[in-house]
């Protein structure tokens, strides 16, 4: 019996075309631009690390704005490394935007899957945090509105009247307030005024207190709400009137604040008692009751 000879398949059509398409070999010299881009965001990064490893290991906190970059970096990978293994024809910095600009990749479904053990209902659960800022947020405006009023029906004397407060006097002890609030605005938000020391009298005038006041409660008020759960457990670096380094954590801050606040309208309350006013009602309960 003669053996029969049997012909290989012939060379599949698809490939000839994809060697002969245009659009395939475009792609390669953007394939070696990210290649290198990933190479050189790889030695950023271990320079970054180890900047911030000395910064945590000197001043006991790491660097924020470091943090930041170092997010930043970790998308820029990812979008980078995204392209090269074609799972997306977006394409990364330089010729697409740096990650924070609001081109990030969108997170797969795989990254929003809780784990077996993982409560999906406790994973999504705001922050309890946030909401709790916000009432006080509010009601500091609400308690503040209630004793400028209670204030601007005294005489500019009785104001002004050393009554033995540690800041002497009403107008000194609210001036007090608002600067240390202004100070702490600046150091949260990275703008704003900055007084030179805690008794800085801002303004001698009642009128004009009042108004920056309410500036820098309705200031308190947009940071409460649009704070993000994430930034309350971060580390704010910050330095004193002094000069002495500190680092706390901002949750740790804002509470401060509204507690600072508390403490010096509480001086104020007693003070117009002294002068023979009867002081509004402060508590926060009441103002939780006005919310309904």
């Given at each position: 019996?003669?053996?029969?000879?049997?012909?290989?398949?012939?060379?599949?059509?698809?490939?000839?075309?994809?060697?002969?398409?245009?659009?395939?070999?475009k792609r390669l010299p953007l394939i070696l631009l990210y290649a290198l881009c990933f190479q050189v965001a790889?030695?950023?990064?271990?320079?970054?690390?180890?900047?911030?490893?000395?910064?945590?290991?000197?001043?006991g906190?790491?660097?924020?704005?470091?943090?930041?970059?170092?997010?930043?970096?970790?998308?820029?990978?990812?979008?980078?490394?995204?392209?090269?293994?074609?799972?997306s024809n977006d394409k990364p910095y330089p010729l697409g935007d740096w990650p924070g600009n609001g081109t990030e990749m969108p997170a797969s479904s795989a990254d929003h899957a809780p784990d077996d053990d993982e409560d999906e209902t406790v994973?999504?659960?705001?922050?309890?945090?946030?909401?709790?800022?916000?009432?006080?947020?509010?009601?500091n405006r609400w308690a503040n509105d209630r004793l400028y009023d209670a204030v601007a029906t005294l005489s500019e004397e009785e104001?002004?009247?050393?009554?033995?407060?540690?800041?002497?006097t009403l107008m000194k002890t609210l001036n007090h307030v608002l600067v240390a609030d202004l100070l702490w605005l600046e150091r949260l938000e990275?703008?704003?005024?900055?007084p030179e020391s805690l008794d800085t009298v801002l303004h001698t005038n009642l009128g004009d207190l009042r108004k920056a006041r309410h500036a820098a409660d309705l200031r308190l008020e947009q940071l409460a709400d649009a704070l993000p759960a994430e930034r309350l457990d971060e580390i704010l670096n910050y330095q004193r009137q002094d000069g002495t380094p500190c680092n706390d954590r901002v949750s740790a801050i804002l509470a401060h604040m509204f507690n600072h606040q508390t403490h010096h309208r509480g001086q104020c309350h007693h003070m117009l008692s002294q002068l023979g006013k009867t002081p509004p009602s402060l508590d926060l309960i009441y103002f939780i009751r006005e919310q309904g």
């Open positions: 019996m003669t053996g029969h000879l049997r012909k290989g398949p012939p060379m599949d059509t698809s490939l000839k075309e994809n060697l002969q398409s245009g659009k395939t070999w790889e030695i950023v990064l271990a320079a970054s690390t180890i900047i911030q490893f000395l910064f945590k290991l000197v001043c906190a790491p660097l924020k704005r470091l943090s930041n970059f170092g997010a930043g970096l970790a998308a820029y990978l990812r979008q980078v490394s995204a392209f090269l293994t074609y799972s994973k999504h659960t705001p922050d309890p945090r946030i909401g709790h800022f916000k009432t006080f947020a509010a009601y104001r002004n009247k050393d009554l033995g407060a540690f800041f002497r990275g703008t704003g005024p900055k």
